[in-house]
């Protein structure tokens, strides 16, 4: 069975999310909740050098993430994103929509 660890740090101005193992339908309600949840009010950086696998519904979730953070004026960042990670998103055809970071100094700069 898949699994998803998400551990999570506390930045300046964002929420730091580390995910390892799978994003996928089976795995993606606490990795929802916090992401819904926290963008309202903060930058969110996904660090997803671990993921091993994400389908069309972890997809979903960081898309509608990157919506959210849009309509408060914060911003969700992915750092980092594996090989697999970057494959699913390139599929998807939104690789270009989101803010892609190599580390958490880059969030410093955004108001």
């Keep these: 069975m898949d699994q998803l660890t ?22 993606l ?17 996904l660090d997803m050098s671990q993921v091993t696998a994400i ?8 898309l509608a993430g990157h919506n959210d953070g ?12 594996s090989e697999a990670a970057r494959h699913a998103l390139e599929r998807t055809g939104f690789l270009d929509t989101f803010n892609i970071i190599h580390a958490v100094t880059e969030v410093s700069d955004v108001s």
Excluded at 34 to 42: A, G, H, P
Excluded at 55 to 62: L, N, T, Y
Aim: no cysteine; charged share 20%.
């Design 55 to 62: 389908d069309s519904a972890g997809v979903g979730v960081i």
């Design 6 to 27: 998400i551990n999570e740090k506390v930045g300046g101005n964002y929420q730091l999310y580390e995910l390892f193992g799978a994003v996928n339908a089976y795995t």
């Design 70 to 81: 849009e309509e408060n004026g914060t911003k969700l960042f992915i750092m980092n994103p």
């Design 29 to 45: 309600a606490e990795f929802q909740e916090k992401v819904y949840t926290n963008i309202v009010d903060s930058h969110i950086v």
